[in-house]
């Protein structure tokens, strides 16, 4: 029988795939047998996380598209149908953030994250429907705190990340008919992401972040991949609708230290 992490005739399509968490979520399925597709707007990221992906010596593709284009997003998903078949799991990972207090952000900054996360999401879930395996697709939402903590500075993370876990909950219930479960990863503090470099840009704020984990560490890219492969996974058949932290326990109170101590960085003079 084959293990339960084994992905070997599976075919894996992460949407913002190409850096960060998502990266190293597309090279641990593609470290366990999958076929991989990955997909983000740079060219050239796309070209270098194939040639990374493609060490592990599985079938590895990649396609260049906005997620806030529904033309380019359909269009690579034609493509990884084309050439892989059906989409065994999906991950959908784009996403944008930037910290600004609501008085100093433009209309367009809050739109762009909202397309981004949000429209974004909707955009790969609904235009993938016809190209997932019935029954047995898994699609997973790469998340947020913000979804259900509200932090200064991320009033536009918090709408966007907020309609999405409420994308994966009614999407689970209208497909699960279909045999697709659909679920969200919600990330911690991920050490080494662009993410990370945004929450705590000073040791003295990566020092605060890290105390205020109970688990007293920062995660991985890896603690990230290993619940979405758990979720993809036989072992995780009968989970949908689920929103799951992997944050060490930080959602379960240090989040608010932390973005305080960012909130009263970012008000510094020259700093906002």
Request: aromatic share 6%; glycine share 12%; proline share 6%.
């Amino acid at each position: 029988m084959k293990h339960a992490l084994n992905f070997t005739d599976k075919t894996v399509f992460v949407v913002g795939g190409t850096s960060g968490i998502n990266l190293g979520v597309a090279e641990a399925f593609a470290a366990n047998g999958a076929r991989v597709a990955v997909a983000s707007r740079s060219q050239s990221k796309v070209d270098a996380a194939i040639t990374r992906l493609s060490s592990h010596g599985g079938a590895v593709i990649g396609f260049a598209a906005d997620v806030r284009d529904i033309e380019a997003v359909k269009g690579s998903l034609a493509g990884v149908h084309q050439q892989f078949g059906t989409i065994d799991v999906l991950i959908s990972g784009a996403a944008g953030n930037f910290p600004a207090l609501a008085l100093g952000m433009s209309p367009n900054g809050f739109k762009s994250v909202v397309d981004i996360d949000l429209l974004g999401t909707f955009h790969v879930l609904q235009a993938a429907y016809p190209y997932l395996t019935k029954p047995g697709a898994a699609i997973i939402n790469i998340s947020a705190p913000q979804a259900f903590i509200p932090m200064e500075l991320q009033v536009h993370v918090c709408a966007a990340k907020a309609g999405v876990d409420m994308v994966t909950r009614v999407l689970a219930m209208e497909w699960g008919p279909d045999g697709i479960r659909v679920n969200s990863i919600v990330p911690g503090p991920i050490a080494g992401t662009e993410g990370m470099a945004r929450l705590a840009p000073t040791p003295e704020l990566q020092r605060q972040v890290v105390d205020s984990v109970p688990l007293r560490r920062n995660g991985t890219p890896m603690d990230i991949a290993n619940m979405a492969m758990f979720l993809a996974s036989p072992l995780a058949a009968y989970v949908s609708g689920a929103i799951i932290p992997v944050d060490g326990g930080w959602s379960l109170g240090g989040v608010s230290s932390a973005m305080a101590g960012l909130a009263a960085f970012a008000k510094q003079p020259g700093k906002g």
